[in-house]
């Protein structure tokens, strides 16, 4: 573990409490200042002895190893997608299907560092709001850990399988009122009463595990670093986490040329895209998100300025797409490369096959997809765009009629 300083992203001020997640000083956003020196002594391959992983990268990581809280999570597939690519028309298109997380997503990425770093404190109640995924992934990281958990989850807005696992973990699954931005705001309040430590993606240590999804890419690529990475945009502490990452790489000497970070998001839910296209550097919130990909169904990104700063800092684009290229894109990844996706994580691919469209994406460029949640998280989503079951009698004839129909 490195050394490390939280301080303000905003005004740069130290901050020492770690039950605090907003600058004193200035209501800022949090971030974590990593001591890099020593990586700088180091190369790649020096981390090679430890498993693709989230701890591969523990030099990166503001937390000793020692307070661990794994159920392995990372090393995920980076597939060389080629028949996708063949069809949007890109000359290399890879995807890293973090689906394939212990809990199907790339939340455990942050929540390994996040529920480590609540062990490391001594924290005996952990909580976050969430559209699914990320109550998944700390229900399963606080069952691990011998926590409490509580979830505050948009009421009827959260897919199946995500539920499935909230209860499944034992957390006490709490079904607010309101959208996500609602539940976030209750989560912070009880947060701020110091009743649980909080484990959104407003907390700064969080991020810091979700950097390991570009080390693992790199790795992959053999520090080929890609032309461009897109990944869809929620509440774009993802894309925060790979800029963050990315910088580092640069700081360390790893890297010389920076990826275009391309973020997505759906059209019912576009308030960054929307600042965007109008050059703006921060957002107005959208009062009531709506979208097929419920993971980003979210008008007040916590992060939305920082996912700003990454695509204007690294060239990159931002659009939105609607939630019927989501799921023609979605069924695409699954017909070309055998790729099950939820609908947030086709985004990505929706949005690389709109803006090669729109002349933004060049058709020569080496892409990577990040799929963020796995196809299975969300069946309802797949059953009702899928054509239905075919009712078929029990003799071979009947099957022979309906293959040869
Ligand atoms: N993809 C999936 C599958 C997600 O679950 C999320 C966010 C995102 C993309 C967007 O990532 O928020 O970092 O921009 N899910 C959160 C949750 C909000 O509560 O599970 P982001």
């Known amino acids: 573990m490195a050394s490390h300083r939280v301080v303000c992203w905003d005004c740069g001020a130290d901050v020492g409490d770690p039950y605090v997640y907003l600058c004193p000083r200035c209501g800022g956003l949090l971030s974590v200042k990593m001591d890099l020196e020593h990586v700088k002594e180091m190369e790649p391959k020096d981390l090679m002895k430890e498993p693709l992983g989230v701890w591969r990268y523990a030099p990166f990581m503001p937390v000793d190893p020692s307070h661990r809280v794994s ?8 597939y060389d997608a080629r028949r996708l690519a063949a069809d949007v028309g890109v ?11 212990p809990t199907g997503s790339f939340k455990d990425r942050g929540m390994t560092v996040g529920v ?11 909580g976050c709001a969430s559209t699914g995924n990320t109550s998944a992934s700390l229900a399963a990281y606080a069952a691990k850990a011998d926590m409490k958990c509580a979830v505050f989850l948009p009421s009827g807005k959260v897919a199946a399988g995500k539920l499935a ?3 499944f973990y034992g957390a006490k699954v709490l079904s607010v009122d309101g959208n996500f931005d609602e539940a976030l705001g209750l989560a912070r ?11 959104n993606s407003i907390n700064p240590y969080r991020p810091e595990g979700q950097k390991s999804v570009l080390f693992e890419i790199m790795d992959q690529l053999g520090y080929d670093v890609p032309d461009r990475i897109i990944l869809p945009v929620g509440n774009a502490g993802n894309i925060t986490a790979v800029h963050k990452a990315v910088m580092e790489l640069e ?9 275009m970070l391309t973020g997505i998001q759906a059209a019912g839910a576009p308030p960054v895209a929307r600042a965007f296209a109008a050059g703006k550097d921060d957002f107005v919130p959208e009062e009531s998100p709506e979208t097929i990909a419920t993971a980003i169904r979210i008008g007040n990104p916590v992060n939305g300025r920082r996912a700003l700063r990454a695509m204007y800092d690294t060239g990159g684009s931002c659009t939105t797409v609607t939630d019927e290229e989501i799921i023609d894109a979605q069924r695409l990844l699954g017909k070309t490369e055998g790729v099950c996706v939820e609908p947030a994580s086709a985004a990505s691919v929706a949005g690389l096959r709109k803006l090669l469209s729109m002349g933004v994406i060049d058709k020569g460029e080496r892409v990577v997809c990040i799929c963020t949640g796995n196809g299975l998280k969300d069946p309802d989503a797949i059953i009702q765009n899928s054509p239905p079951p075919i009712p078929c ?13």
Do not use: C
């Open 71 to 78: 159920i392995q999570e990372g090393g995920t597939p980076l």
């Open 189 to 199: 309040e009880m947060a701020e009463k110091r009743r649980l430590y909080l484990l």
């Open 91 to 101: 000359s290399e298109a890879h995807v890293k299907f973090d689906g394939l997380n």
């Open 116 to 126: 480590s770093r609540a062990r490391e404190l001594g924290a005996k109640v952990v």
């Open 393 to 405: 009698g029990n003799s071979v004839e009947d099957v022979e009629r309906i293959l040869s129909s």
């Open 251 to 259: 700081e360390v000497g790893w890297i010389d040329k920076i990826p």
């Open 165 to 167: 696992q909230a209860l």
